[in-house]
């Protein structure tokens, strides 16, 4: 059975600095400080969970995305996380500005667990992570028993 990480509780792939740093600092003001890994881009967490050599073989129990990235599409991290047996089971949460609904439609189409909009409003938007935190840090169950622990051999193939 895979366990849950000991290091880290949730990875946020978000490429605006300032936006990433507000989602850390309201995580914190959770008790999440130190527990959280923040990659740029897609590229860099799918290496990360993937094929780098410190590769984890414990899991995230939830995956923040953001929906605009530089190197690779969100739409695309997302197809492979939810595509690849080691990460389908890892709740992904969109927090992103977007309200399209297109974005919205194509995000569940692809397999995301929770769809956020970040408001605009300094105090809202810590609310919100707040919220978003103590919902699939600390009152969510995940069970990572089906999947393989694994050092992975590569990133899981494009479409899937």
Not at 86 to 102: A, D, G, W, Y
Not at 122 to 146: G, P, T
């Amino acid at each position: 059975m895979a366990s849950l990480a000991k290091d880290f509780d949730a990875v946020v792939i978000e490429d605006n600095p300032c936006d990433a740093e507000l989602t850390l600092r309201a995580l914190e003001r959770g008790g999440l400080a130190g527990k959280v890994k923040v990659f740029p881009d897609g590229v860099e967490a799918l290496d990360f969970l993937f094929i780098a050599p410190d590769a984890p073989y414990e899991f995230p129990k939830v995956i923040l995305l953001d929906l605009k990235l530089p190197k690779m599409s969100s739409m695309e991290i997302l197809r492979r996380l939810k595509g690849h047996e080691r990460t389908r089971l890892i709740p992904v949460v969109m927090l992103t500005s977007s309200q399209k609904e297109s974005d919205i439609l194509e995000s569940y189409r692809l397999g995301v667990n929770s769809y956020l909009v970040k408001p605009v409003d300094y105090d809202e938007y810590f609310q919100v992570v707040e919220d978003l935190a103590l919902y699939w840090l600390r009152r969510n169950k995940v069970s990572f028993d089906l999947i393989p622990v694994s050092q992975p051999e590569g990133r899981p193939a494009q479409g899937g």
